[in-house]
């Protein structure tokens, strides 16, 4: 047996792979894909019938398991091609998982990943990372075809705050490189009757010390911090764009932030930049758009692009700071050339 992954799907008859697949088996929609699993690199590209790519099926049910996952504490490639993931109805399963835990950036496993036309839809997990999940990542490179849709992530456990239903990275390890395009629709997480700071609807980032880039539509994602995204540490260069639409920061009981992205801490030696176009999204709280928390002395925030009509039910139509009991000693540059319209907060007044 292969030590190194795991596939909870049969597919391996007429694949000629090398490992060997366990658990039950599923359902492929469409031909089978070309597969090599070997100790350190999982490669499969799907072979399109009538224009639809073929689709792995979860037809187990597991709260916490995923379709493939890598399981060996080792160096892993993974590339994907040409292929869907999605669940039987009402069954908990996710697509892809590596290892690692929320919060804990000391995982000797580094996954270098590569996804090209892959659609992960109708998934529900109560891990983060519906879709992905990477504990360490020394590259990651999803192209613009790629599609997140109907995702969701949900847990009572209440020590628990990484949403990120289609996309979580723990570590971005430093001179790697991150770069995430493609289309987000209707991704949530949720901590209902629990912590209630679920963060980042559609993408969860935790210590991101290499480089950064995301370039997607993000439409109807929400998330209590982060209706789409949530950043915790950013200490090297990451740039935010794209087309960004009506992605809601849900307010779970304690207050909600960030619209769009949240940005727990921009360190010393960070550069974020946010581009892009950034309309009709909303946070029950603060920051219509953004919402930060920490900039640290030397570390630059700079704020461009088109905003209009996003709305916070506290302060901040675009971009909200929390200053209490945190740190703004960094610089914020906001371009002469950005578009803001129709922007508004509406904090009711102390009585």
């Known amino acids: 047996m292969n030590k190194n992954w795991k596939l909870f799907l049969a597919i391996a008859m007429g694949l000629g792979c090398q490992g060997i697949f366990i658990l039950p088996p599923s359902i492929l929609n469409g031909q089978l894909p070309k597969s090599r699993i070997s100790k350190n690199v999982c490669q499969c590209k799907g072979k399109k019938c009538h224009s639809t790519r073929p689709y792995l099926i979860a037809h187990f049910n597991s709260p916490h398991r995923a379709i493939l996952e890598a399981i060996h504490h080792d160096s892993q490639t993974v590339n994907l091609n040409d292929l869907g993931f999605t669940s039987q109805f009402g069954l908990k399963a996710a697509a892809f998982h590596g290892l690692g835990t929320e919060g804990n950036e000391e995982n ?20 983060s990372g519906v879709g992905v999940f990477i504990g360490s990542s020394v590259g990651l490179e999803v192209d613009e075809r790629c599609i997140f849709d109907n995702l969701i992530m949900s847990s009572h456990n209440p020590k628990r705050y990484a949403g990120g239903a289609a996309i979580v990275v723990i570590y971005l390890e430093k001179h790697s490189k991150l770069s995430i395009r493609g289309t987000f629709v209707d991704n949530s997480a ?20 290499g480089t950064g880039e995301i370039n997607g539509n993000f439409k109807r994602n929400s998330a209590n911090q982060g209706g789409a995204i949530h950043i915790q540490d950013i200490l090297g260069n990451f740039l935010i764009k794209g087309t960004y639409t009506e992605n809601i920061a849900k307010n779970e009981g304690e207050g909600a932030r960030g619209g769009v992205v949240r940005i727990l801490a921009i360190r010393s030696t960070a550069k974020c930049t946010l581009e892009g176009i950034y309309r009709n999204n909303k946070a029950f709280g603060r920051g219509g758009v953004l919402a930060t928390n920490v900039h640290n002395r030397g570390g630059i925030l700079t704020i461009h692009g088109t905003y209009q009509n996003n709305i916070a039910t506290d302060i901040g ?26 922007n508004g907060a509406f904090r009711k007044p102390e009585t």
């Open 108 to 127: 000797d496993q580094e996954i270098k990943m590569s996804l090209k036309n892959v659609h992960f839809c109708h998934m529900e997990s109560e891990n």
């Open 190 to 209: 949720t901590y209902p009757q629990a912590s209630r700071h679920s963060s980042g609807g559609a993408i969860y980032l935790d210590y991101m010390e």
């Open 317 to 342: 139509g675009v971009w909200g700071f929390w200053s209490e009991n945190t740190s703004m000693k960094g610089t914020v540059v906001i371009r002469g050339h950005s578009v803001f319209q129709g």
